[in-house]
């Protein structure tokens, strides 16, 4: 035991001693903060060029109230000076009475030339409240991708187009308005009684405990095992091209060196998962949400975390031991990274329905365990605890027969050089 201990120990200061260890304590916080500020610099410098839009009215009355809202818009894109968004100039156009097409034609050649950004055709149609299947705007650009000229001119010429059937229909539209002005929807929690047998009133739910907690749990998870399990891989591999292996495979078994490495690789991912956990706290006392604080549910990110990092780093001791450079152990490591990101793919959908079939079903899949199974405890309300207690049993099992059947392929590979076995051969290794 103590030579494990020693090896575990040995791994684990070679990894937190590592640059690639600080830089992966600092990537997520600074990806985040990097993430944010990148957002809010696009939402006030990304857009602040002018678009110029003509505008041909066969209504013939909608094209002043746009020239204002538009004027209107440019104002609220300016502040303190600093333009924020973009601003959209419009320019009247009067129908043509020509052939057809041709107007579209010319406005088509202009933008072409970039004097004009896009070009819409409003119908007149779209004004008489007697019809029931009103023309479309058709809205001319050369660049389709871009959505906020064409969003603002289609709630703007629907507000102005509503207003003025309104008033054909001799209908007051501020009386439609306010009859049919909407209904807002608060989501809360569940009264309950207090010990002195007062009411406790409901509690606002909001999207930090609906999403971004058991979401971001999950890819807590990801992000710790992901910094330390592939260490694993690498490590053997280099020990093998080396010989370094050669050397410690004449001082302790290989079923020593394998289980000091997954113990030390274990404890690093804890490590970074505790630094991840002290400053999410800190984050949630600072922003006034301690009740968003669960002791029981942090001792189950634990649990799941070390389920998690021996189930995986298994397989890549499996896969260095099996590799003799890391060109081939790449190639063996995609499978596993894909079983990886799935359960990240199918966290929305487990937040979505947490009580559904389908969740309870993956959340019961070894490999995907330790991700969704934490996302259903971070919800409200949480699974029966025997869903939880199944899929831990279902876990030990399948992590002890993967570390099992990792130890067989470590003891045969570790020595081997050449060729990277394939699955039969793995199967072989694993049965002798």
Not at 231 to 239: F, H, R, S, W
Not at 260 to 271: E, F, H, P, Q, T
Request: proline content about 6%.
């Amino acid at each position: 035991m103590s030579r494990i201990l020693v090896i575990a120990r040995t791994e684990f200061l070679a990894i937190v001693r590592g640059k690639a260890f600080i830089v992966g304590v600092l990537m997520m916080p600074v990806l985040i903060g990097l993430s944010i500020a990148f957002q809010i610099f696009a939402e006030r410098r990304a857009d602040v060029t002018d678009r110029t839009l003509a505008v041909i009215d066969h209504t013939g009355v909608l094209y002043d109230a746009l020239a204002a809202a538009a004027d209107e818009h440019n104002r609220a894109s300016e502040r303190d000076g600093v333009r924020t968004g973009p601003v959209f100039i419009l320019e009247r156009v009067e129908p043509d009475a020509g052939p057809a097409g041709e107007l579209a034609l010319v406005l088509s050649e202009r933008v072409r030339t970039r004097a004009l950004f896009a070009f819409a055709e409003i119908p007149a149609s779209l004004i008489d409240p007697s019809r029931t299947d009103a023309d479309q705007i058709r809205y001319y650009t050369e660049t389709p991708s871009y959505s906020a000229l064409p969003q603002w001119l289609r709630t703007t010429v629907e507000r102005e187009a509503t207003i003025r059937r309104f008033d054909a229909a001799a209908v007051d539209a501020a009386v439609v308005e306010r009859l049919s002005r909407s209904t807002e929807m608060a989501t809360l929690g569940l009264l309950s009684r207090a010990a002195n047998g007062a009411i406790v009133e409901a509690q606002r739910v909001s999207a930090l405990e609906t999403f971004f907690m058991p979401f971001g749990l999950a890819y807590l998870l990801f992000i710790a095992l992901m910094s330390a399990a592939p260490q694993l891989l690498t490590a053997v591999v280099e020990e093998k091209m080396s010989r370094i292996s050669e050397v410690l495979i004449a001082s302790v078994s290989p079923t020593q060196l394998m289980a000091g490495k997954l113990i030390g690789v274990s404890a690093v991912a804890a490590l970074l998962a505790l630094i991840y956990v002290i400053g999410g706290v800190y984050l949630l006392l600072s922003t006034g949400q301690p009740q968003l604080i669960q002791v029981p549910l942090l001792l189950w990110f634990v649990v799941f975390l070390l389920a998690a990092v021996l189930m995986y780093g298994s397989i890549f001791i499996a896969i260095g031991a099996a590799c003799s450079d890391l060109k081939d152990s790449q190639g063996m490591m995609q499978p596993v990274v894909f079983f990886l990101v799935l359960p990240l793919l199918a966290a929305p959908v487990i937040i979505r329905s947490p009580d559904s079939t389908l969740s309870a079903v993956l959340s019961m899949i070894p490999t995907f365990t330790p991700f969704l199974m934490l996302v259903r405890l971070a919800l409200t309300p949480p699974p029966p605890m025997w869903h939880v207690l199944l899929s831990l049993v279902f876990t030990v099992l399948a992590t002890a027969a993967l570390i099992w059947a990792a130890g067989r392929i470590f003891r045969v590979g570790l020595l081997m050089q050449g060729k990277p076995p394939n699955l039969p051969e793995l199967l072989r290794w694993i049965r002798q």
